[in-house]
């Protein structure tokens, strides 16, 4: 079998197959122009980052389908299931690792046009909306009653909804509000068959295991999420902000540790030192962005406390000017990646690989940070190359670090996904995992087994149970799990 053509299992979208669609959704909700679907099959992973997996970033869906209703949804998919044709979800296209890339073509399932607010609950602290409702529309929206969303990534005025549920994202406020998945309290979910399930909008029961559960930062792969009840937050009265910059990055980790027992720890953690190889290799900017929410009682008590524990570590306060334009600036990637989707579609693929450095996000248990880290320096200087920025992102296990390509003598391009690889399989030797922040997609589908380990094989059966197929989304979240045949024994990866 040829990358990036379909398995022999799936088959090709046929006039029969566009006869029962045509029964379902209109003709303006169908795309098959060519260029359009290229463009809706190329993301942000470019063919560097790529690595092992470049060549299926050339590969388009078949077709395009746009549904503006659940219903919809679970017909589209009810009818991929019967002609087993690959579904692939698509929110908006921002995600950096691959996970709406089509690897055996088929249907993109494109969720935009599900961008309503269901429903305001400012009694329950709620909000219901589609799956295809941007961040950042949900947030200005709750802004004019009072409220906020707790996940605040740098793509928030872009990202969409389902997408940061079904990577379980990461953003600037995760130290108080945790991760996507967190805020989560039910779901609409379409399963493989076209069945829908949904969940009520309680924060708790006890009625066994939660299903909402098995689809946060699924990708796609066991359900298509439609909507969700998420919690929402009241505008605090007051914010604050405080910045430090310190010596050395296990002072800086260090004050982290103690600040995160504060009565009232900070909403925002951001550490980050920055070296500059080139320019001034001795030399490097370490600091430490604080963000505190509350009364403004609390806030000043909280932040006089972690003033306190910075100054103890050899902290300097920074001019709060710089805490500003942190806060301020912290969204501009955004507004960058929107205006490259409008160049054209070569240009885009190669400007998404000109970078030529990785940003590796992975969870490693607080004791063992520094010493991953030191492991992390001596796995770069085998390669020839240089951290160029180590962070933490949120929470003291969220650890995050650029790397530079490999430049010893007779590198080749493989060898940077060797060295990633090196990297990523070390920070399961810490008790980590592999990421935590953007999800697998096409990118870390090969390391994803060696991270579930015994969880595999229920992995397998709970894939298998939902969807027996494999139209989900294939080849992402480790599936690489085979195309699993109806009557053959024959199986593919």
């Known amino acids: 079998m040829q990358k990036g053509e379909p398995a022999s299992e799936y088959h090709q979208i046929d006039e029969q197959f566009m006869m029962a669609l045509r029964q379902i959704i209109s003709e303006e909700q169908i795309t098959l122009d060519v260029d359009a679907l290229s463009s809706l099959s190329t993301g942000p992973l470019g063919v560097f980052r790529a690595f092992q997996t470049a060549p299926l970033l050339s590969t388009s869906g078949e077709i395009a389908v746009h549904p503006e209703t659940t219903a919809q949804v679970a017909s589209i998919v009810s009818l991929a299931q019967q002609w087993k044709i690959p579904v692939i ?22 969720l935009r046009r599900l961008d309503q607010i269901v429903d305001f609950d400012p009694i329950s602290h709620t909000i219901t909306a589609q799956s295809g409702s941007i961040l950042g529309n949900l947030q200005n929206y709750l802004e004019e009653q009072g409220f906020m969303i707790g996940h605040d990534p740098w793509s928030q005025p872009i990202a969409s909804l389902g997408g940061a549920i079904s990577t379980n994202g990461v953003g600037y406020l995760a130290a ?12 609409t979910v379409v399963l493989a068959n076209g ?19 098995l689809f946060i930062g699924a990708e796609g792969t066991l359900g298509v999420i439609t909507e969700a009840t998420i919690r929402i937050y009241p505008i605090p009265e007051y914010f604050k902000l405080i910045s ?12 982290i540790l103690q600040i995160r027992n504060l009565t009232v720890p900070p909403s925002m953690i951001d550490f980050a030192e920055e070296i500059y190889p080139e ?3 001795i030399n490097h900017d370490i600091s430490l962005h604080l963000a505190f929410q509350g009364s403004r009682a609390i806030v000043d008590a909280s932040a006089e406390e972690a003033l306190t524990i910075c100054l103890k570590y050899n902290g300097m306060v920074l001019n709060p000017a710089i805490s500003d334009k942190f806060w301020e600036t912290r969204h501009d990637t955004a507004a960058v990646y929107q205006a490259t989707l409008q160049l054209p579609l070569a240009e885009r693929r190669e400007r998404h690989s000109n970078w030529r450095k990785d940003y590796l996000h992975v969870t ?38 650029i790397i530079g390509e ?19 399989q070390a920070a399961l030797t810490y008790g980590g995992t592999i990421e935590y922040c953007h999800g697998v997609g096409l990118k870390l589908s090969h390391l994803v ?8 094989p229920t992995l397998y059966q709970i894939k298998r149970s939902l969807d027996p197929q494999n139209i989900l989304n294939p080849g992402k979240l480790g599936y690489a799990y085979p195309v699993i045949p109806l009557n053959s024994e024959t199986k593919h990866t």
Request: with cysteine; proline share 8%.
């Open 406 to 424: 490999p430049q010893y003598e007779n590198s080749q391009p493989q060898s940077m996904g060797v060295m990633i690889d090196e990297l990523l």
């Open 449 to 456: 087994h060696e991270e579930q380990e015994s969880k595999r």
């Open 195 to 213: 069945e829908v399930i949904v969940d009520k909008r309680t924060s708790k029961d006890s009625m066994g295991p939660e299903t909402k559960n």
């Open 244 to 255: 430090f910059s310190f010596d050395s990055f296990s002072e800086g980790y260090d004050a």
């Open 364 to 401: 490693i248990p607080p004791s063992q940070v520094l010493a991953y880290r030191e492991k992390c320096n001596s796995i770069a200087k085998l390669y020839s190359t240089t951290v160029t920025e180590w962070s933490i992102w949120g929470k003291p296990e969220f650890f995050s670090f």
């Open 89 to 110: 979800p698509y929110g908006s296209g921002t995600g950096v690792m691959g996970g709406t890339s089509p690897v055996y073509k088929g249907i993109l399932l494109d």
């Open 176 to 187: 108080k509000y945790g991760p996507m998945g967190d805020q989560v309290l039910g779901l």
């Open 279 to 281: 320019t001034d290799p």
